[in-house]
């Protein structure tokens, strides 16, 4: 079983950049499909981005696309979230998820395909 823990979290004016980390610790991370989700508050938790546990294919959600950048370094067991251009409507506490399981397909969009989440960071831009 595969621990997940964010960090890179704060508060930034609107244009900034902020890099979200998620370092996981138990299993080697090469093992899973990740991806990132944010849930703003009132709302219901979102897919923002995902890669597969090679890091050769990445998607996004239509919103973050072209501003958001996906990564992850297996030798780290660390996945990244590169955030730029950050807007107000980008304000909410973002999870990194795992999937032991391929995830393919719409599946990728789903936040009951993964199996394993972190705790959340907050992210919090200010206009």
């Known amino acids: 079983q595969v621990q997940l823990g964010e960090s890179g979290g704060g508060l930034v004016q609107a244009g900034g950049s902020l890099r979200l980390s998620c370092a996981a610790s138990?299993?080697?991370?090469?093992?899973?499909?990740m991806a990132w989700f944010r849930q703003a508050p009132g709302k219901e938790r979102e897919f923002v981005a995902a890669?597969?546990?090679?890091?050769?294919?990445?998607y996004y959600a239509d919103s973050v696309k072209g501003r958001f950048t996906i990564s992850r370094d297996n030798a780290k067991n660390t996945v990244y979230l590169q955030m730029n251009s950050l807007k107000p409507e980008d304000t909410a506490v973002y999870y990194c998820?795992?999937?032991?399981?391929?995830?393919?397909?719409?599946?990728?969009?789903?936040?009951?395909?993964?199996?394993?989440w972190g705790q959340g960071t907050q992210v919090t831009v200010s206009s």
């Open positions: 138990g299993r080697t991370l090469s093992s899973y499909d």
């Open positions: 998820a795992a999937s032991g399981r391929m995830v393919v397909g719409c599946s990728l969009y789903y936040a009951r395909s993964y199996d394993y």
């Open positions: 890669i597969s546990r090679s890091g050769y294919s990445t």
